[in-house]
Structure formats: structure tokens, C-alpha cells
């Protein structure tokens, strides 16, 4: 059996036309071997559905899944625990550990020191030490690379309309229930008026 390392490989290094090549050389033999109208059979069955699926989408009979996340309205991400801006900077850290096209991970710190903290502490030594021991000679098609940057405050700034909040956007914070546990709630402060609304105003300054 492959394993989970081999198959991402596969799917890593494979493209796309590579891909379809092999359907239409597998559809190719499955005409050869049956009638043509079984051969037919199952795309067309597919086809169908698909079609099916996507009109009654467009009718409002079933919820569209790729709608199902998005954010209406106009919205903005803090990182403020009170969801005020104040003075706070951002360190971004982006960081991809792949055999083919990049698949950057991006994470958000208080600065470059609290980066610095975590990657000089033992989890981070832990996974560095394994990657300089043995990933390096086991995994040879593998690659890594970061980029870190870091703002201050009034050179950052986020909004989503109608979107699916993503980097900033997808942080969440914690917050204590009335009950006394905690939870976690989305970063999302609504910015349809208000100092929310404009460029100048998330980034800290008056509007022109």
C-alpha cells in the first residue's frame, strides 16, 4: 500500500494534463473492451448529476457549498482581544514545505521576537532538528522556504465583502461564555460605517 507521503508525491508531481491524458487513455481502453454505449454509460451518468446538482443550485433548491462560509456585508480582523485597534504591529511568517507548487502556510505574530521565542523553543527545535538529521536525506524531493515581514501599526490593514475571510481574516480569539468556558469567535469586527469603513481608517488615520 502507498503511503500518505508517496501518494502527495504523486499528486504533487502529476499535472494536470498528465491527468487527463490518463482518463482519455482509460476511457480509450474501456471503448475497445465493451460496446460503445456502456463505454458511454458512466460520464454520461456523471454529466448528468453534475448538471442535475448545478440547476438545482441556480434554483435555490440546495445550498450552494461554496457559499457556505462566506462573510456577507463588509467586515474587518483585529487583533485586538477587545476588537479596538490600538497601537499593536504584526509579524507575518510564511512558510512552505513541498515537493511541487508552493502551499505557503501563513501565520500572524505579535512581532519578531515572540517569532523568534517560538522558533528557539523546543517544539520548533524538535521539527528543525529531525529536518537537519533526517528529512533532509529521507525526503530529498522535498523543499522548504519562509519569508517573514513584520508592520507596524498604520501599515496593515484587511477588509472582506462578500467573501470567505482568509489570512487575518481566519484568526480567531478567545472569549469566555456566560457560563465561564471559553470559546473561540472570529477576529471580525462589521465595517460598513464608521472609521471600519475606509482604507485611512483601518490603517489609523484621519480621512481625507
Not at 35 to 40: K, N, T
Not at 97 to 104: D, K, L, T
Not at 106 to 128: C, D, M, T, V
Not at 147 to 168: D, H, K, L, Q
Amino acid at each position: 500500500m502507498p503511503s500518505v507521503g508517496d501518494l502527495a508525491i504523486l499528486r504533487n508531481n502529476v499535472s494536470l494534463s498528465t491527468w487527463l491524458l490518463l482518463g482519455a487513455s482509460i476511457q480509450s481502453l474501456v471503448f475497445a473492451a465493451v460496446p460503445y454505449r456502456v463505454a458511454l454509460l458512466p460520464s454520461f451518468c456523471i454529466l448528468m448529476l453534475v448538471l442535475a446538482k448545478n440547476a438545482l443550485v441556480n434554483f435555490g433548491f440546495l445550498r450552494n457549498p461554496y457559499l457556505g462560509a462566506v462573510f456577507k456585508g463588509k467586515w474587518t480582523a483585529t487583533l485586538q482581544e477587545d476588537g479596538e485597534k490600538g497601537g499593536e504591529k504584526v509579524a507575518v511568517f510564511l512558510l512552505d514545505a513541498s515537493s511541487g507548487p508552493a502551499i505557503v502556510t501563513i501565520s500572524y505574530w505579535k512581532s519578531i521576537e515572540h517569532l523568534h521565542a517560538f522558533a528557539n523553543g523546543p517544539a520548533h527545535r524538535q521539527g528543525w532538528n529531525w529536518w537537519m538529521a533526517e528529512a533532509r536525506k529521507q525526503y530529498p524531493h522535498l523543499g522548504i522556504m519562509h519569508e517573514t515581514y513584520e508592520a507596524p501599526y498604520g501599515r496593515w490593514e484587511n477588509i472582506y465583502e462578500g467573501f470567505v475571510p482568509i489570512g487575518m481574516g481566519d484568526l480567531s480569539k478567545k472569549v469566555v461564555a456566560s457560563d465561564g468556558s471559553e470559546k473561540s469567535e472570529p477576529r471580525l469586527v462589521e465595517a460598513k460605517s464608521g472609521r471600519w469603513s475606509t482604507m485611512r481608517g483601518r490603517l489609523g488615520e484621519k480621512d481625507q
